[in-house]
């Protein structure tokens, strides 16, 4: 079992930045990837950022050059910087961790860009 919380959500104005965190606890050996996702207000799912155990980042093509994601092992923390915020953006941010094949969730924080 591997629990996730996500936390730094908030309101934020049009070119503003926040910053997500996502804490893993439990079962966490053998986590070999971990993401970040969201979803809109009447929108599908979609995949925004994932970070590998080895370090490898990717992006999806509508937040890339804005967003970064990281991670620190100590901790045990995915982070999400994100710069330069749009209305757009706005979402429920979900974070993700896969283990052996099995996705687990957070329960989502919600970012608002609005002015």
């Known amino acids: 079992q591997v629990q996730l919380v996500e936390s730094g959500g908030g309101l934020v104005q049009p070119g503003g930045s926040l910053r997500l965190s996502c804490a893993a606890s439990?079962?966490?050996?053998?986590?070999?990837?971990m993401g970040w996702y969201r979803q809109g207000p009447g929108k599908q799912r979609e995949w925004v950022a994932g970070?590998?155990?080895?370090?490898?980042?990717n992006y999806a093509d509508s937040v890339k050059g804005r967003f970064t994601i990281s991670r620190d092992n100590t901790k045990n923390t995915v982070y999400l910087q994100m710069n330069s915020l749009k209305p757009e953006d706005t979402a429920v941010y979900y974070c993700?961790?896969?283990?052996?094949?099995?996705?687990?969730w957070g329960r989502g924080t919600q970012v608002t860009v609005s002015s």
């Open positions: 439990g079962s966490i050996i053998s986590i070999n990837y």
């Open positions: 970070i590998t155990s080895g370090g490898t980042r």
């Open positions: 993700s961790a896969h283990k052996e094949g099995y996705l687990y």
